[in-house]
DNA sequence: TCAAAAGTGTTTATATTACACCCATGG
DNA sequence: CCATGGGTGTAATATAAACACTTTTGA
């Protein structure tokens, strides 16, 4: 490959990433504000370069510390995008990551130089003028979601430690978009044996509380 | 980002094919012979750099068009390969991409000064020396491949318009490295109604020919 | 004692598995 | 009439879906 071909030149890597987590019950995405144009002042996904010398997946979770102070998700890819108008200054080609992080592990570090204003959205509250084609990678990251997390083991990773079964059920039906009945989840569940009944109940005021689950040690995969 | 830094510099964008296809009732893949060093007269998957004003699918189906010729195929993006040392002269990303063709469409055009030496391999017959990591590539499409035949309608692009049962059947073994009962899996097929009978049969001598099948127009999705 | 949400079992329908014999063809 | 591979049905088991009342808690 001739490096010097203009057809060649000025092309850069992104990575993107869509970071999920659960609490209090509610799936949350995490977003960065803009400071600077373009898009200024528009939500954005973490996203950032690579560099030369290290692969996607080490770029993805070296700037996802740098921008937003989390350390130790899990990451996947899922998706590239690469319209050559993704980007109107130069031509970028993102690599989209699902990142999954347990909010029990949510310790945002200190601010520094690179660390951009970030928050927590509700699936649905999330602004639909993004950044970039930003929502586009944000609607295809939740439809690879619904698949991951049926094929996947990435349940244990985005729960909490202590969960109850509303909570779980909960979880699914927002990220698959449809409600189940309550007795065949609980059911179903509980024979794909992997979670550990803590014997523990939920803090709750009001109704009766639920009891709290855990996943089990050795459990792996949901399939 | 500031591409002058040298951290961003001299990275370079390649897509790469597992293009896959079906004939006499064997599953094969194209590969291409290298003819200059790195790695000459090593077999690799077909391949090349990304323009830097079109994406990366189209850059794909241009990228096969002139290196082997094939036209119309269906191409799905499935991993991307980061690694930096995955290429010994420069930094370059591969975009690995399925892809699907149906043997009735083959019709290798007129060879180019930029067409290469290809040839389709059955799936056990690739090479294990193959060039760059086009080994670790060819064997993550082939899980891929698993997962999409399962859940895609892309058999509809692998087989020629008219095949048999145990055509059919076959090719299930085959990609998913698994064997299957006759006549459930008969059953099966014939009542996810996309199969038509064409009434007609296979022309074959030695044995009670069987009978040929095509999917029906409107048959869309496996699932 | 009321409101709110959690917990629980049975029946029916559907899908999957296991399994063995006869059929059509060409030589 | 033999060898080769194609075609067929039924019973058993496992999985999924439908469905309503009781329990615990705090106010």
Redesign the pocket.
């Known amino acids: 490959m001739d490096i010097k071909n203009p057809l060649y030149k000025n092309q850069g890597i992104h990575v993107v990433c869509s970071l999920f987590t659960v609490n209090e019950g509610k799936v949350r995405i995490l977003l960065a504000l803009r400071s600077n144009e373009p898009y200024s002042n528009k939500w954005m996904l973490p996203s950032g370069a690579v560099y030369n010398n290290e692969d996607c997946e080490t770029a993805m979770k070296r700037e996802m510390i740098e921008k937003t102070g989390i350390d130790n998700i899990y990451i996947e890819q899922f998706h590239v995008f690469s319209n050559p108008k993704r980007s109107p200054l130069m031509r970028m080609i993102a690599i989209g990551y699902i990142g999954i992080i347990n909010s029990d592990n949510l310790k945002i570090k200190k601010k520094t130089e690179k660390t951009q204003n970030v928050e927590w959205f509700e699936l649905n509250d999330v602004p639909t003028d993004m950044a970039y084609d930003h929502r586009e990678i944000f609607l295809k990251a939740k439809e690879a979601l619904k698949v991951k997390i049926l094929q996947t083991d990435i349940l244990k990773t985005l729960l909490p430690k202590y969960f109850?079964?509303?909570?779980l059920q909960n979880v699914y039906e927002i990220i698959l978009e449809k409600n189940f009945?309550?007795?065949?989840f609980?059911?179903?569940f509980l024979q794909l044996d992997l979670l550990e009944n803590t014997g523990k109940?939920?803090e709750?005021?009001?109704?009766?509380?639920?009891?709290l689950y855990k996943f089990k040690e050795n459990s792996k995969d949901i399939i």
């Open positions: 109850t079964m509303p909570e009945d309550r007795r065949n609980r059911k179903k109940l939920q709750i005021k009001g109704h009766r509380p639920a009891i």
